[in-house]
């Protein structure tokens, strides 16, 4: 039988039950529709948490001390991290390029009638590049006024504005902990990344931070970067080598120190997002496998409904593959339809969703591949209803009442 | 080795070119059974359908198969039509064996050798004339459907109704657009079983007179009833008791004046 002709009249079937057909298709349409937006869902959050991660900086390693603590419960931070420690690896290590130490914690700041509490980092000039942040105003502090132990401030622009409002920071006195520091460079705004907003902050010189403001000698972390094309793991054994030499840790001594590289750190946090995004997007499956046997159960109703039909069909010469092409073919635009319908429904569902504050990203091949299971669907579900209809006696259909 | 296989194999079905109406006795006959048997298990009993039936009709005959129910009338005409195989016997159409054929070659014999008129009908709902129609020429995929259709419906005098679908049609109409798809394909043998059972007297008639007009026209008919009216209306009478061919010749009494008035 020709092709279009079977097309044809499997929607003319179709369009006669137009209530059963549309409910039918509901299954794939939720289905379909539900898959392609979980699957933006986990893939905007594993993009967003990626940009985050990468707009802390380029080719990133971190040196912390080691927590110590028993079932996992921190009961002490270790201090062994010395700005002698920072240098070192600057010097040993020949891919790191730039290495700034960072020690902070929040303190109280105040311009005239104004205050408020933020992270104050004591860090050097480097820490601009190594974060990849951008001056917006003014200038950083250089080495020199490292090495004065300058008060000289770099604030974060929701700092700034929390100060000085409209008004130009820049070259006037503000204070903090009991000291005053001159402004002299507001950051560019970089975003809130959740857990630390880097917009609402002061940098000051690790130097006058160390013996002026904390009064530490120990630094909360050293951050690194390496050079463009450095292998990551060549250039942590080196670090931990320079690191275990300067700590005097002996063969078979455990690191009192960790370091983390933010490659790794990518690599975990997309593998994880993308086991999540899997598993989100399985769980919406369920409900494609559901709609799969809705399609079963209608078409088994119509094959009966339809067996004289059938049975007329046979005598003026239809063979089996001829009924069977045709049920199947009825059950497959059901699962087609609707999930082309659902792929609609998900992509505008996925852009609402992405309206409110949420990131979902909708990829092209999620939605191939959705519509591809709701065919494939319809060809598994509807291939024993339409068997069945194939392999009626012609005799006895034509009796069918 | 039969010898009705070796008369097939040196005579393989000329006798529709030759002649329609003339050339009845000679040749070995459109359709052929011989000795076709059919049982069936009822109640752990078995029961001969057909017990042994041999029949032979030729080219252009009209031909009314006859009996009460249970006689065997319809099991031999679900073979006849070959919907069904017989458990012994051989069945020739045109020459051709289709005893043994496999249900899609069954279908393939269906769709080019047999058209069925049924007692109600059995035209697809939602589809146009036209579109009931062409359907056999489309299962044999063949082009120029709908024009081949047009043509049967206007033989039927159905022209004027080309678009209309069944339940626009009166039950007298619904039969003619069936008869239409049955000698659409211009099969050897149109098969009609109680093709008036369903109609009024009036339009049953005129089933009957579009019948004769086929049959004068060459083609090969035959009608199953348990209507005497009917059976005297066609020159043969099989008449079929208890799986067997009880009598086979010139019906009982005459009908034909009746409708050719």
Redesign the interface.
């Known amino acids: ?2 092709f279009w ?1 079977t097309i044809k ?1 499997a929607l ?2 179709l369009a ?1 039950n137009k209530l059963r057909t549309l409910l039918t298709m509901l299954g794939m349409i939720i289905g379909v529709g539900s898959v392609i937006t979980m699957l933006a869902l986990g893939h905007g959050m594993q993009q967003q948490v990626l940009s985050n991660i990468s707009a802390m900086g380029k080719n990133l390693l971190a040196v912390l001390p080691k927590w110590t603590g028993t079932n996992g419960v921190i009961n002490a931070t270790r201090e062994n991290l010395t700005v002698g420690d920072a240098r070192a690896l600057l010097r040993d290590v020949p891919q790191i390029r730039r290495v700034t130490p960072v020690l902070g914690q929040g303190e109280q700041v105040t311009y005239l009638n104004k205050n408020t509490n933020c992270e104050v980092v004591g860090c050097a000039t480097t820490l601009l590049v190594v974060h990849n942040y951008t001056i917006a105003k003014g200038r950083m502090f250089n080495d020199f006024e490292t090495r004065l132990e300058a008060h000289v401030a770099v604030l974060g622009p929701q700092t700034a504005y929390d100060l000085f409002g409209v008004l130009n920071p820049i070259g006037q006195t503000i204070n903090i902990a009991g000291n005053q520091f001159t402004v002299i460079g507001i950051l560019k705004s970089k975003g809130s990344r959740g857990w630390f907003n880097p917009d609402n902050q002061v940098l000051i010189p690790y130097t006058t931070g160390m013996d002026q403001i904390f009064g530490r000698a120990y630094l909360d972390h050293i951050d690194m970067q390496m050079a463009g094309k450095a292998n990551v793991k060549k250039v942590l054994n080196e670090c931990i080598a320079v690191l275990r030499r300067r700590h005097h840790l002996l063969f078979g001594d455990p690191s009192d120190f960790q370091i983390f590289s933010q490659e790794q750190l990518l690599q975990t946090v997309s593998r994880v997002t993308e086991t999540l995004t899997l598993f989100l997007g399985a769980v919406a499956g369920i409900s494609l496998l559901v709609g799969g046997i809705g399609i079963m159960n209608i078409m088994l109703v119509t094959v009966t409904e339809r067996t ?2 059938i ?12 009924i069977l092409r045709q049920f199947m073919l009825e059950a497959v635009l059901v699962s087609v339809l609707g999930g082309a319908l659902g792929a609609v429904m998900g992509v505008t569902l996925s852009h609402f969703i992405h309206f409110q504050k949420f990131v979902a990203q909708v990829q092209t091949s999620n939605v191939v591949i959705a519509m591809s299971i709701a065919t494939g669907i319809g060809i598994f579900f509807g291939y024993y209803p339409a068997w069945r209809a194939a392999q009626l006696n ?2 006895e259909a ?1 009796r069918y009442e | 080795m039969r010898p009705v296989e070796l008369m097939t194999q040196t005579a393989p079905a000329p006798a529709r070119l030759k002649s329609r109406v003339g050339a009845v006795a000679a040749g070995p006959g459109l359709i052929r059974t011989h000795n076709v048997v059919k049982r069936y298990v009822v109640g752990g009993a078995e029961v001969r359908a057909l017990d042994g039936v041999s029949v032979t009709i030729h080219e252009g005959e009209l031909v009314a198969i006859t009996g009460s129910s249970g006689s065997g009338k319809s099991t031999l005409m679900n073979i006849l039509g070959c919907l069904d195989s017989p458990d012994s016997g051989d069945y020739f159409i045109a020459g051709e064996d289709v005893s043994k054929l496999k249900s899609d070659q069954l279908a393939r014999i269906r769709n080019r050798r047999i058209g069925f008129v049924f007692q109600s009908f059995n035209l697809l709902p939602r589809l146009s004339s036209v579109e009931n129609v062409e359907l056999p020429l489309l299962y044999a995929g063949r082009h120029h459907a709908a024009a081949k259709a047009r043509e049967a419906l206007e033989i039927v005098g159905l022209g004027d109704r080309l678009d209309h679908e069944p339940n626009q049609l009166s039950g007298g109409q619904r039969q003619r657009v069936a008869i239409a798809r049955a000698i659409v394909t211009d099969p050897a043998i149109i098969l009609a079983d109680e093709p008036t059972g369903n109609l009024d007297s009036r339009s049953g008639d005129e089933i009957l007179k579009l019948f004769e007009t086929l049959h004068q026209q060459g083609r090969t008919i035959l009608i199953v009833t348990h209507d005497p009216d009917i059976a005297a209306f066609c020159p043969r009478e099989i008449n079929m008791r208890d799986g067997k061919v009880l009598r086979d010749g010139v019906p009982a009494a005459s009908f034909a004046a009746k409708i050719g008035d």
């Open positions: 039988m020709l002709t009249l003319r079937s006669a004289r039909e049975g007329v069909r046979k005598a003026i010469g239809a063979c089996n593959g001829d012609p005799i034509l």
